[in-house]
């Protein structure tokens, strides 16, 4: 996701980063190196040198840090972005059961009942356009149980 422009938000202690769809907040406290009384932000940019997928800010004293716009999406809990990583980590459990199977990928593919193609896609992890419906078949064409556990946060007491 590209971002189009950041803005520091002194009063609220966060950035707002805009991106072509919307915008999202992401704290001070969450930075690597973060600004105080004594050390302010001097300069704030989306980094073209990553491909505007993130921002660099400066402090005055010259110390500086980068955030990459998967940090933003993770901390504001984007339903796209976690989505793509529970796919993420679905298709990575796949390859490692097509790896252990005794299955053959011909028979794989034959009982999935779809193209060598499509079951090379399944595999890829770069490929987002591909359902959880299909990954799920494909775990339960290899003997693999997915347990879906939901937890509450635990929340964090800031002293």
Not at 13 to 27: H, I, M, N
Not at 71 to 87: F, G, I, T
Request: proline share 4%; net charge positive.
């Amino acid at each position: 996701m590209k971002i189009k422009k950041v803005l520091p938000n002194n009063r609220k202690k966060s950035f707002e980063v805009v991106t072509y769809s919307r915008s999202y907040l992401f704290p001070f406290a969450k930075l690597e190196v973060p600004p105080s009384r004594e050390n302010p932000i001097a300069r704030v940019y989306v980094d073209k040198e990553l491909d505007k997928e993130a921002f660099t800010y400066e402090l005055e004293s010259g110390d500086e840090g980068t955030v990459h716009m998967d940090h933003v999406l993770e901390y504001n809990c984007d339903p796209r972005y976690m989505r793509d990583q529970v796919l993420y980590r679905l298709t990575l459990a796949a390859q490692d059961c097509v790896e252990s199977s005794s299955l053959s990928k011909r028979e794989l593919i034959r009982r999935l009942g779809t193209s060598a193609a499509q079951f090379y896609r399944l595999l890829d992890q770069t490929n987002y356009k591909k359902s959880i419906d299909q990954l799920m078949a494909l775990l339960h064409v290899l003997d693999c149980d997915v347990d879906l556990v939901v937890k509450k946060k635990r929340i964090r007491e800031v002293i």
